[in-house]
């Protein structure tokens, strides 16, 4: 399956923030959203994503859920995203089937080849420089640290899923990125500051 190289990660404090945030990606061009929502109670952000999940249906967009395997279940989303403490990638291969899209965050080479073994189908692999959007951040990659992953991974002649860079990622970075391969980016704050950016990323990613 071929996924998009942009992915959008939901950001916003309320509600409202957040529908504001997705509708406007959307409307910009994104077609990949990762709603994110770490204030919401679960009741919260299962109604928001039932929303989300409508809209990304009529935009066409995947639509996953970030951290919660039950409410991707549950409103039948494009599938999950699950960070290094949450629950397990082969839990959610379990409940959510063949036909979901699983993803994990990975920040060291250890992380990496345990999610290609957990049979991730894409990695979230970061942070690439300090981020405001996460409150405990692993250490900084940067481009060398990309370089050395990928590297390893060529040299053990290690089969990959798609790579994306997270954490600050910005325009500049793309091409240097895209360079070491990296297949893609997931961005969060640029995109909610300034929509439009959506189509410049998407052309330097193509």
């Not at 910005?170 to 300034?194: F, W």
Request: proline letters at 2%.
């Amino acid at each position: 399956m071929k996924i998009s190289k942009l992915q959008y990660i939901s950001q916003g404090i309320t509600a409202k923030e957040q529908a504001y945030n997705i509708r406007q990606a959307l409307d910009h061009g994104a077609d990949w959203i990762q709603l994110r929502w770490k204030m919401a109670t679960d009741e919260e952000r299962l109604k928001l994503a039932e929303r989300v999940r409508r809209q990304c249906q009529n935009y066409q967009a995947i639509f996953i859920i970030n951290d919660s395997i039950a409410v991707a279940k549950q409103i039948d989303a494009d599938g999950v995203h699950l960070g290094l403490d949450d629950e397990g990638i082969e839990k959610a291969r379990k409940v959510l089937g063949q036909g979901k899209i699983i993803g994990g965050t990975a920040n060291t080479i250890t992380d990496v080849t345990k999610r290609i073994h957990e049979g991730c189908d894409y990695i979230g692999l970061g942070p690439y420089r300090a981020t405001n959007t996460k409150e405990k951040l692993s250490p900084i990659l940067g481009l060398e640290g990309y370089r050395n992953i990928i590297q390893y991974l060529k040299n053990q002649d290690i089969h990959y899923p798609p790579i994306y860079a997270i954490g600050g990622v910005g325009l500049a970075d793309i091409q240097s990125l895209l360079a070491e391969g990296i297949y893609g980016v997931a961005v969060s704050k640029a995109i909610a500051e300034r929509p439009t950016i959506v189509s410049d990323f998407k052309k330097i990613l193509e």
